[in-house]
């Protein structure tokens, strides 16, 4: 159980245009998903919280009207990197919480590669 | 703020132990342990709820020491299968679920 999946695994696209990326928990249902950017052979760095129903909380830093969330069910939220650039290019990954509470388990998606050219 | 995990590398032959640590600035209320292999995403190995929790899973343990705000995850008889990078993700008290992770460490398991 408590499996994650994003789409697309990878994507290559111009300078200037928009990338959307989903995030879908399969066997439960997150209230609550993240969104993680990860850079080669650094740490995940937390991008925002995405709520069902609610505006994403965006941490500090990070343009939220570049990186555009949706949590439009409790099985998915997307991502929208607009404009993109190449300095945008990074690994993308996604998580869900199985419940509400501190301490839950949070698991991860198999992420998105996005390349900018 | 980003926790601290000690050592950066470290390097092992199949069946030694190693000890990673994850040290916080701030008060904890759980510490989450994922390994990561290269393009790969991060895989849930165990979480520690405050209290001075210990856990184990299979020859793999971690221990949280809330007031110290340090957390150890513990490796026995290393297998090849266990190289790639741990991170620490500290979880503060507010609730919010949301995960700070150290810079994380890298194991190399040699034959």
């Known amino acids: 159980g408590a499996v994650v999946s994003q789409h697309p695994s990878w994507v290559i696209c111009k300078s200037g245009t928009s990338v959307k990326i989903e995030c879908r928990s399969l066997?439960?249902?997150?209230?609550?998903m993240f969104w993680y950017r990860q850079f080669p052979k650094q740490s995940l760095m937390l991008m925002a919280t995405?709520?069902?129903?609610?505006?994403?909380?965006?941490e500090q830093g990070v343009e939220k009207d570049k990186f555009l969330i949706n949590h439009a069910s409790l099985t998915l939220s997307t991502l929208t990197v607009t404009s993109a650039h190449p300095e945008d290019s990074s690994f993308y990954i996604c998580?869900?919480?199985?419940?509400?509470?501190?301490?839950?388990?949070?698991?991860f998606g198999p992420g998105t590669r996005l390349l900018v050219l | 703020q980003q926790p601290v995990q000690s050592p950066q590398a470290v390097i092992l032959r199949e069946g030694e132990d190693a000890v990673i640590n994850c040290s916080s600035s701030?008060?904890?209320?759980?510490v989450h342990w994922y390994r990561q292999k290269h393009g790969e995403a991060p895989v849930f190995l165990m979480i520690?709820?405050?209290?001075?929790e210990q856990k184990g899973h299979d020859k793999i343990s971690a221990s949280f020491n809330e007031k110290k705000q340090q957390s150890s995850l513990y490796l026995t008889a290393s297998q090849l299968s266990y190289s790639g990078t741990y991170f620490c993700g500290t979880e503060g008290s507010s609730n919010t679920g949301k995960l700070i992770f150290g810079q994380g460490t890298t194991l190399q398991v040699k034959p």
């Open positions: 520690l709820l405050k209290g001075g």
């Open positions: 995405s709520n069902e129903g609610s505006k994403a909380t965006y």
């Open positions: 998580s869900a919480r199985t419940g509400t509470l501190a301490g839950e388990t949070q698991y």
């Open positions: 701030k008060a904890l209320y759980s």
């Open positions: 066997d439960f249902q997150a209230t609550t």
